[in-house]
């Protein structure tokens, strides 16, 4: 018996990347998973190199109807919700159109705060019904340490985290009473595909901050949801766990070379 034997959950972006990683990980610990994207091809072909356990739904974060279906069509599959891991974000566009105050377009700020915030409030407004008449749910939602301060660029990413961190507090003061649990990740660097082909020389970067000399993988983020999702975490609610291996702890002292 898997801790989330039983459970079904969905995964949003799921179609790689951390999504992909964590969708596995809920099915090794017994749950039956529905991944949604907005790349079609892409996500079933995750959902069927995942196992009969997952099934795909191509959707558009941005767009309030394609939202409510995809929620509707775990439903229909599966009959219940139990969890709901509100993942997809826009992040290899990042990189060129959301920069500064000045230079991102008003259009894209927008864009972002419907994929990256609007689309886990519209998905919890959706689900809440079901979890709350089924008994209980959790609610895992994924910020970033961007959320936590300003930086040169991705300012409405670090803005939209921010108000993730946020939904994730109102969503858990609102309906804990309901049994409906609600915490948040708030990732540090995660070499993923988007990652390693948009941030230059990320790689040596994340490892020289990191206390445990490597970055982080989806794995990493992925055990971390199965935890907020689970009766493990039945008494932990309205939580953002920063996961970052220690890199934002602090400086480490100098290694000894001697
Ligand atoms: P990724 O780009 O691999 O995954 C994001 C997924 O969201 C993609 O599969 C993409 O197709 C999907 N998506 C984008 N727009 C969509 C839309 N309109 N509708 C439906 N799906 C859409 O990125 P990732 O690195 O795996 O990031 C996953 C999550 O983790 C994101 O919320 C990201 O902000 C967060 N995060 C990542 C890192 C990191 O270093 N990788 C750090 C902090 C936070």
Not at 43 to 62: L, M, N, P
Not at 140 to 166: D, E, H, R
């Amino acid at each position: 018996m898997g801790k989330l034997s039983g459970k079904v959950a969905l995964v949003t972006g799921a179609a790689a990347g951390i999504g992909a990683a964590t969708a596995e990980v809920l099915v090794g610990h017994g749950a039956q998973v529905v991944l949604g994207d907005i790349r079609g091809d892409l996500v079933e072909e995750t959902a069927k190199r995942i196992g009969d356990a997952a099934s795909a739904v191509t959707y558009d974060a941005a767009d309030t109807a394609s939202v409510e279906h995809l929620v509707d069509e775990v439903i229909a599959r599966h009959g219940r919700l139990d969890v709901l891991h509100n993942n997809a974000a826009i992040t290899a566009q990042a990189w060129t159109r959301d920069t500064t105050v000045l230079d991102t377009e008003l259009d894209w700020f927008d864009q972002t705060l419907r994929v990256n915030l609007r689309s886990g409030y519209v998905a919890a407004r959706r689900a809440l019904p079901h979890m709350i008449a089924g008994g209980g749910g959790a609610i895992v939602n994924m910020a970033s340490i961007a959320a936590f301060s300003g930086g040169p660029t991705l300012v409405g990413y670090g803005i939209s985290k921010a108000g993730v961190a946020a939904m994730t507090k109102y969503l858990a003061a609102q309906y804990g009473r309901h049994n409906v649990r609600t915490n948040c990740i708030a990732p540090g660097a995660v070499l993923t595909e988007q990652v390693l082909e948009n941030v230059p020389g990320v790689t040596e970067a994340a490892v020289a901050q990191l206390p445990y000399t490597r970055a982080g993988q989806g794995t990493d983020i992925g055990n971390v949801v199965a935890f907020l999702a689970s009766e493990d975490a039945a008494y932990i609610n309205g939580q953002v766990i920063t996961v970052d291996g220690g890199g934002t702890a602090g400086t480490p002292p100098p290694l000894d070379t001697a």
